[in-house]
């Protein structure tokens, strides 16, 4: 059997990935846990093993998943949490930096608005330390069908208390305040959004700044440079800035790109494109005599997409001097066509 934990980085999370890990374990026997996205990365983990039942634990589930859990029916554990707590929980561990952490909330953000909201989704939501944990893993048991009675629960939950893994989540500020205000508006722009359609509202704008791009310098460098200075454009045709490589909901968007150039540079011409494993929508720029100059790119993300999103700017041929600096971008949900106004466009059109 394989069973499926799709969620928010972060410590309620967790608990919901052993609790099930311990349920699936007391019924079946030895259980194997793999931490995927991809279909592609489940059946190449699941030919590199002999065992016989799975935990799929997704943090950054790829749409791929999504229409497979879809059409099969199936039943699932889908996690949320305050984005900005997924991100100091993941922001901690050894291995992420405050960039690198929002880069990962983001995404993962974005593949849960869809999840949340399958038939087979038992949705659970972080709360504080007064939670029922056995009221959680009852909850957990029925939903996939895991006949664990309440004693043996009990004896889970405790056990996992024991190895200090609880379902409760800290409310500290103490590490959001020592931030300071520019990292704070990096978390703000990329992950805001989130946390206001997380509490009923309607998805708003998503600002990427531009310590979430890279840029390329000629000769290139052994390690990726964060796009914080104004990057020299002399050599060879190239990327100049690309990035963030962070997930977008399914859906139309509009990217406004905010850029700055030399005098040099702005003699020249640019290609501006969205890319997501292929060219969304690109387009071609002349800066000319503007000196703070905004691109703009319109393009929709399909439900199936399992690659995160670039926004990449090359120059057309070599260059001899100058500079660009990339200011931010601006992520714009577009909203949907109504479907009666689809309808009746469809009918006149065909008249």
Request: glycine share 10%; hydrophobic share 40%; proline share 9%.
């Given at each position: 059997m394989i069973f499926f934990s799709v969620g928010l980085p972060g410590r309620f999370t967790e608990w919901c990935d052993e609790v099930i890990s311990r349920l699936a374990q007391h019924t079946l026997g030895s259980i194997e846990v793999l931490g995927v996205n991809t279909l592609e990365e489940l059946a190449l983990a699941m030919i590199r093993t002999d065992a016989s039942?799975?935990?799929?634990?997704?943090?950054?589930?790829?749409?791929?998943?999504?229409?497979?859990?879809?059409?099969?029916?199936?039943?699932?554990?889908?996690?949320?949490?305050?984005?900005?707590?997924?991100?100091?929980?993941?922001?901690?561990?050894?291995?992420y930096d405050l960039v690198g952490a929002t880069r990962a909330v983001a995404s993962s953000c974005a593949a849960m608005l869809g999840y949340s909201s399958f038939?087979?989704?038992?949705?659970?939501?972080?709360?504080?330390?007064?939670?029922?944990?056995?009221?959680?893993?009852?909850?957990?048991?029925?939903?996939?069908?895991?006949?664990?009675?309440?004693?043996?629960?009990?004896?889970?939950?405790?056990?996992?208390?024991?190895?200090?893994?609880?379902?409760?989540?800290s409310e500290d500020s103490a590490?959001?305040?020592?931030?300071?205000?520019?990292?704070?508006?990096?978390?703000?722009?990329?992950?805001?959004?989130?946390?206001?359609?997380?509490?009923?509202?309607?998805?708003?704008?998503?600002?990427?700044?531009?310590?979430?791009?890279?840029?390329?310098?000629?000769?290139?460098?052994?390690?990726?440079?964060?796009?914080?200075?104004?990057?020299?454009?002399?050599?060879?045709?190239?990327?100049?800035?690309?990035?963030?490589?962070?997930?977008?909901?399914?859906?139309?968007?509009?990217?406004?790109?905010?850029?700055?150039?030399?005098?040099?540079?702005?003699?020249?011409?640019?290609i501006v494109e969205a890319f997501a494993g292929a060219q969304l929508t690109y387009a071609r720029i002349e800066p000319g005599n503007e000196r703070i100059f905004e691109a703009n790119l319109h393009f929709s993300i399909d439900a199936a997409l399992d690659h995160p999103v670039q926004i990449r700017i090359h120059n057309e041929r070599p260059a001899f001097d100058g500079r660009l600096a990339l200011g931010y971008v601006l992520m714009t949900p577009q909203a949907s066509v109504r479907g009666d106004t689809k309808a009746y466009l469809a009918t006149v059109i065909s008249e």
């Open positions: 039942h799975f935990l799929v634990c997704s943090r950054q589930p790829g749409g791929g998943v999504q229409t497979a859990l879809t059409q099969a029916g199936k039943r699932f554990i889908a996690v949320l949490d305050e984005p900005r707590i997924a991100l100091r929980d993941l922001a901690l561990r050894p291995g038939p087979g989704a038992l949705v659970l939501t972080a709360g504080n330390d007064d939670q029922n944990p056995v009221s959680l893993a009852t909850a957990i048991a029925h939903h996939l069908e895991l006949p664990v009675s309440e004693p043996e629960i009990e004896k889970i939950i405790s056990t996992l208390k024991d190895e200090g893994i609880v379902a409760g989540r590490w959001w305040d020592s931030l300071a205000q520019p990292e704070q508006a990096l978390v703000n722009g990329a992950l805001g959004a989130y946390v206001d359609h997380f509490a009923g509202g309607e998805l708003g704008r998503i600002t990427w700044e531009r310590e979430l791009f890279f840029m390329s310098e000629d000769p290139p460098s052994p390690q990726p440079i964060s796009a914080t200075r104004p990057i020299d454009i002399t050599g060879r045709i190239r990327h100049l800035v690309y990035g963030p490589y962070i997930n977008l909901p399914p859906g139309s968007w509009s990217a406004s790109i905010i850029l700055g150039f030399s005098p040099e540079a702005a003699g020249m011409a640019y």
